[in-house]
Structure formats: C-alpha cells, structure tokens
C-alpha cells in the first residue's frame, strides 16, 4: 500500500497549490496521485442547496452554502456530513492500493474542523464520533500548513469570523495531531513543497 502525504489548514493556507507542485516533483519517481476533499460531499452538499432556500436553514453561519443549522439539530447534521465523508475516505484508501503516494488536498483533520465551524458545533469533538475522526486524524499525521490571519484574509473568499474560527480550531488541534507545521505566510508554493518534501524525508 503507499503512502498518504495529506496537507491540512485553513482556507487560503495554500494546500491546494502546494499538492499540485508535490504531485508534480512525485510523479518524476513515484506512482504518484492527488486526492481531493471538499467540505460537504454528494448528497449533502445538495441538501444544503436545497435548505439554504428556507427560512428555518438560512443564515451565515457556513458561508459557502448560506446555510445555519439549529442547535438541536447539530447533532444529527453532523453524522449527515460524516454519510458524505465516509465513501471519500474509502476512495482514498482504494487510491492508496495502486499508488507510491498519494498526495492529499486535505484529510480528517480538516473535516473535523469544518464540521465544527460550519455547524457552529463546539461539542463536536467531545462526542463519539468526534473522537473516533480524532483517532483517525491521528493515524494520517497531517502536514498543517498555516498562516497569519492578516495573509489568509487575502487569500481566503470567506468572511473574517469564520475565519477565525477555523483558525483557533487548527492551532489547537495541531499541537496534538500534525506531524509537523510549515507556515506558508512569506512562502512560495514550489519552497513550501519543497520543505514539506524535506521534513517528510520523500
């Protein structure tokens, strides 16, 4: 089976830009792919075009969907976003049975943080299911990538208090979690790959 280099962080961090230059200097010497993960997935995301439109789901506080969830129902959407989740992470697996490396554009870390911040669900790493995903994203040992706040509101199209939120979540998170943080915020793509190749030892 190969190997799973997964990069994690907030939006605007550059994960998207620095797996395309991985994958591009892998591919010279390995079988190597890129695997890709959104916030919501299949069925949810189009429910949550759908709900968006109403009265009860609408506000900001996912501002990629214009979506709010009620507080009792938090619960339930987040086991929903993880029915979304579940087949993208098989896919990654079967992935990983054909390739040297797979270089992925975000992993579990990230979906714990979106589920978090998107369903404003502070409680959500405390419940079962939060802490199943933490025992997984612990196995991946993401490469977190960050930045200061000032760069991300640059580069990131979300609005600054969800961006803080993520913020917070991956800071804390990735002191226990991350097998190592490169901070992106006076970095070009191709330097940033190169120092995530380095501390990998690839």
């Given at each position: 089976?190969?190997?799973?280099?997964?990069?994690?962080?907030?939006?605007?961090?550059?994960?998207?830009?620095?797996?395309?230059?991985?994958?591009s200097?892998?591919?010279?010497?390995?079988?190597?792919?890129t695997?890709?993960?959104?916030?919501?997935?299949?069925?949810?995301?189009?429910?949550?075009?759908?709900l968006?439109?109403?009265?009860?789901?609408?506000?900001?506080?996912?501002?990629?969907?214009?979506?709010?969830?009620?507080?009792?129902?938090?619960?339930?959407?987040?086991?929903?976003?993880?029915?979304g989740?579940?087949?993208?992470?098989?896919a990654?697996?079967?992935?990983l049975?054909?390739?040297?490396?797979?270089?992925?554009d975000?992993?579990?870390?990230?979906?714990?943080?979106?589920?978090?911040?998107?369903?404003?669900?502070?409680?959500?790493?405390?419940?079962?299911?939060g802490?199943f995903l933490?025992?997984l994203?612990?196995?991946?040992?993401?490469?977190?990538l960050t930045?200061?706040?000032d760069?991300?509101?640059?580069?990131a199209d979300?609005?600054?208090s969800?961006l803080?939120a993520?913020?917070?979540?991956y800071?804390?998170l990735?002191?226990y979690i991350?097998?190592?943080?490169?901070?992106?915020s006076?970095?070009?793509?191709?330097?940033?790959?190169?120092?995530?190749?380095?501390?990998?030892e690839?």
């Amino acid at each position: 089976m190969g190997r799973a280099v997964v990069l994690s962080g907030c939006d605007g961090s550059g994960k998207t830009t620095v797996a395309r230059a991985l994958s591009s200097y892998l591919a010279a010497s390995h079988r190597a792919s890129t695997h890709w993960l959104r916030g919501s997935h299949l069925h949810v995301s189009l429910l949550y075009r759908l709900l968006s439109k109403t009265r009860t789901f609408s506000g900001a506080d996912n501002p990629y969907y214009k979506l709010s969830v009620p507080p009792g129902l938090r619960g339930l959407f987040a086991l929903l976003e993880f029915t979304g989740f579940l087949p993208q992470l098989l896919a990654r697996r079967l992935r990983l049975l054909f390739s040297d490396v797979v270089v992925c554009d975000r992993g579990v870390l990230d979906f714990l943080v979106w589920v978090s911040a998107t369903l404003r669900y502070e409680g959500f790493l405390g419940t079962a299911l939060g802490r199943f995903l933490l025992a997984l994203a612990s196995r991946e040992r993401p490469v977190v990538l960050t930045a200061r706040l000032d760069v991300l509101r640059r580069r990131a199209d979300v609005p600054p208090s969800f961006l803080k939120a993520e913020y917070a979540y991956y800071t804390v998170l990735a002191r226990y979690i991350a097998s190592t943080t490169v901070d992106t915020s006076s970095s070009r793509p191709a330097r940033t790959a190169a120092e995530v190749l380095y501390r990998l030892e690839l």
